[in-house]
C-alpha cells in the first residue's frame, strides 16, 4: 500500500478531559478539540517540551487547543489553567498516536 492511499486532511476530534480530579474541581468533564493529524513539525515540539516550564508547554499546545469550530483558545490574554493545559497536552500525545 502506498503512503499517499493513507493521507488525508486533518478532521477536529473533540477530546475530553475527564480524570476525577477534574471533575471534582470544575464539577464535569472540561472538553476541547484538535485535529487528529499534525504536521511532522508538531511532533517535534511536543517532543521537546519541558513540562515544568509553562511557557515551553503553552507555545507547544497553543496550536493543538482548539475550540468547536477549530479556533485556537489560547488567544490574546485568554489562557486556560497551566494545570488543564499539561493534561490537555498529554491526553493530545495519546490521541495522536491511536491515528
Do not use: C, H
Not at 493529524?37 to 508538531?42: A, D, I, S
Not at 499546545?61 to 489553567?81: M, N, S, T, W
Request: net charge negative; no cysteine; charged share 30%.
Amino acid at each position: 500500500m502506498k503512503l499517499s492511499e493513507l493521507s488525508q486532511r486533518p478532521k477536529l476530534i473533540k477530546i475530553l478531559i475527564d480524570d476525577a480530579e477534574t471533575v471534582e474541581e470544575f464539577g464535569e468533564s472540561v472538553e476541547f478539540w484538535t485535529y487528529d493529524r499534525q504536521p511532522m513539525t508538531v511532533f517535534v515540539k511536543l517532543a521537546a517540551v519541558d513540562q515544568s516550564n509553562y511557557a515551553s508547554v503553552m507555545d507547544a499546545v497553543k496550536e493543538l487547543l482548539l475550540d468547536e469550530d477549530g479556533k485556537a483558545i489560547i488567544r490574546d490574554e485568554q489562557v486556560p489553567p497551566a494545570r488543564l493545559m499539561v493534561k490537555a497536552m498529554t491526553k493530545i500525545m495519546e490521541s495522536l498516536g491511536k491515528f
